[in-house]
Nanobody
Framework: QVQLVESGGGLVQAGDSLRLSCKAS????????MGWFRQAPEKEREFVAV???????????YSGDSTKGRFSISVDISKNTVYLQMNSLQPEDTAVYYC????????????????????WGQGTQVTVSS
């Protein structure tokens, strides 16, 4: 069983930055795929970014088109934590942000569909004022 806990959300102004964290527990973190998704009120859950790694193998990261160039995903395996660095935040980035993961290495395609993930965090609210 895997537990995921997000943190780092808050209320910021347009143009500000935030860094979200997702800490995993419950199993070893040496092989994993972690994605970030977001959901605004009355909208579907949207892919934000994904990263996949396996000890001894290259890691791969990919960001969605709506946030590319502003958001980046990274991992600190020693801390069992994945980060989402969000720069130049805009009001349209306002949403609940979720991390989702699976103990697999997905180097052949990027897992951008939320249905691909078995484990989810509780979400953290990000609100960007204009």
């Amino acid at each position: 069983q895997v537990q995921l806990v997000e943190s780092g959300g808050g209320l910021v102004q347009a143009g500000d930055s935030l860094r979200l964290s997702c800490k995993a527990s419950g199993r070893t973190f040496g092989t994993f795929t972690m994605g970030w998704f977001r959901q605004a009120p009355e909208k579907e859950r949207e892919f934000v970014a994904v990263i996949t790694w396996k000890e001894g193998s290259p890691y791969y990261a990919y960001s969605g088109d709506s946030t590319k160039g502003r958001f980046s995903i990274s991992v600190d395996i020693s801390k069992n934590t994945v980060y989402l660095q969000m720069n130049s935040l805009q009001p349209e980035d306002t949403a609940v942000y979720y991390c989702a993961g699976d103990p697999i290495y997905s180097s052949d395609y990027f897992r951008t569909d939320p249905r691909h993930y078995d484990y989810w965090g509780q979400g953290t609210q990000v609100t960007v004022s204009s």
